[in-house]
């Protein structure tokens, strides 16, 4: 199914169109990795709504993005909570190990980091939220082994250049 037709079978599920705007960005920003502008304007027109109101749910929650970001888009809560937990520490080690600052990207694309307002998590602070996933109770160790499994399932979905490998044994 392509993305109008996911689109459509959502909306279908709700009473008015404009009640289906979030899902449908949902599944464009699933396709796309992003939200440029022309796609907030084919979910706008796939649901017949204004694009003003595309727009403002796009640019409103942190769930979604209308900029590219790297395969590991980290979210780190910087509320009360978090921050009185020590998400500022963390904060500052994280732009350290990866050699970019707040809402930056690293070069290899690997990793975008982010700082977000609140995960709705107060009793894992601090908490960073990676793709769809809550890691709470974060502490440095626990940021560095997060890292390293990250890069580690990097190298697994990427995989190696079969030009380049050698068959076991050779």
Same mark, same amino acid.
């Given at each position: 199914?392509?993305?109008?037709?996911?689109?459509?079978?959502?909306?279908?599920?709700?009473?008015?169109?404009? !009640?289906?705007?979030?899902?449908?960005?949902?599944?464009?920003?699933?396709?796309?990795?992003?939200?440029?502008?022309?796609?907030?304007?084919?979910?706008?027109?796939?649901?017949?709504?204004?694009?003003?109101?595309?727009?403002?749910?796009?640019?409103?929650?942190?769930?979604?993005? $209308?900029?590219?970001?790297?395969?590991?888009?980290?979210?780190?809560?910087?509320?009360?909570?978090?921050?009185?937990?020590?998400?500022?520490?963390?904060?500052?080690?994280?732009?350290?190990?990866?050699?970019?600052?707040?809402?930056? $990207?690293?070069?290899?694309?690997?990793?975008?980091? !982010? $700082?977000?307002?609140?995960?709705?998590?107060?009793?894992?602070?601090?908490?960073?939220?990676?793709?769809?996933?809550?890691?709470?109770?974060?502490?440095?160790?626990?940021?560095?082994?997060?890292?390293?499994?990250?890069?580690?399932?990097?190298?697994?979905?990427?995989?190696?250049?079969?030009?380049?490998?050698?068959?076991?044994?050779?």
């Amino acid at each position: 199914m392509n993305m109008r037709e996911k689109i459509e079978v959502a909306a279908a599920r709700y009473p008015n169109q404009r !009640s289906a705007i979030m899902p449908a960005l949902l599944i464009a920003q699933k396709e796309h990795g992003h939200l440029p502008g022309p796609v907030l304007e084919e979910v706008a027109d796939i649901l017949g709504v204004e694009r003003i109101w595309v727009y403002e749910l796009a640019t409103f929650y942190t769930l979604f993005r $209308t900029e590219p970001v790297g395969m590991f888009h980290l979210q780190l809560c910087d509320n009360v909570s978090c921050m009185l937990r020590g998400s500022e520490d963390l904060l500052r080690h994280l732009e350290a190990v990866l050699g970019i600052k707040k809402d930056g $990207t690293t070069l290899d694309g690997l990793f975008t980091l !982010s $700082t977000v307002e609140c995960l709705g998590a107060c009793e894992m602070a601090p908490v960073m939220q990676v793709g769809d996933d809550y890691c709470g109770g974060l502490d440095i160790a626990r940021i560095d082994a997060l890292l390293e499994r990250l890069r580690a399932m990097a190298g697994q979905a990427i995989g190696a250049d079969p030009a380049t490998t050698a068959p076991p044994g050779e």
